[in-house]
């Protein structure tokens, strides 16, 4: 089973709109962290935000929310008043208790912003 | 500038060499992780490190071997095992603390074997 589940392989909005990026994740620990990293084409990986799973204020940074559902087991990335440089791959991350501080990715969600 | 240095950008091979990525990082961090990326893919580990001298497989090793004899430097040699290794190569580092301490990324290396 998929660890991370990210169900939009593409997404458009419009500039200055707000877009939700879809995350489901399945773990049994009760431990755990939840991360969005953005990849523009150029390819490096830029952290986007975190949140444990003890938080329970869902985290937020600047334009970047994220929308915490512990019993659904979502972590869902807001990103308010889209800009042209948000076009890019968008990717949720877990990492377990116990895991060996090792990464699990989805396959990511490609947003394109129109304006 | 702190931060990761992944060297050459492009690397085109040919088929049956052995090739090694180089990744060289000054955060003063513990871990070190190697990433392949697929077109249209998330990203999967291959390798990582948590101190000098030690390293544990990842979810895809086989056709590829690491080093860590220095804490900044974590090598990746892709060898003429691995049946597809045109890939897009991402190396991370991390400290090693619980909690919300993100991967910090380099540039990364495509690498093209012809």
């Known amino acids: 089973a998929q660890k991370i589940t990210q169900t939009q392989p593409g997404m458009f909005v419009q500039e200055k709109e707000a877009v939700t990026l879809d995350c489901t994740y399945d773990?049994?620990?009760?431990?755990?962290?939840l991360f969005w990293y953005k990849q523009p084409s150029s390819g490096e990986m830029i952290f986007l935000i975190y949140q444990g799973s003890y938080d329970e204020q869902n985290a937020t940074e600047g334009r970047y929310s994220l929308n915490f559902q512990k019993a659904r087991k979502s972590a869902n990335l807001v990103i308010s008043a889209s800009q042209l440089g948000d076009s890019a791959m968008y990717f949720c991350a877990m990492r377990e208790l116990g895991s060996n501080y090792k990464l699990t990715f989805g396959k990511g969600t490609l947003l394109t912003v129109n304006p | 500038d702190g931060g990761i240095t992944q060297s050459p950008k492009y690397l085109f091979r040919k088929e049956g060499q052995n090739v090694t990525l180089s990744c060289e990082q000054n955060?003063?961090?513990?871990?070190m992780y190697w990433y392949r990326q697929d077109p249209g893919q998330g990203l999967r580990l291959i390798y990582y490190s948590q101190i000098v001298n030690d390293f544990q497989k990842g979810d895809i090793a086989e056709g590829y071997s690491v080093s860590r004899e220095k804490k900044e430097s974590f090598p990746l040699t892709v060898t003429s095992a691995q049946k597809n290794p045109t890939a897009f190569y991402l190396c991370a580092s991390s400290i090693l603390l619980a909690g919300g301490n993100e991967q910090f990324f380099g540039p990364g290396t495509r690498l093209t074997v012809l």
């Open positions: 773990t049994s620990d009760q431990s755990y962290g």
């Open positions: 955060l003063n961090h513990d871990a």
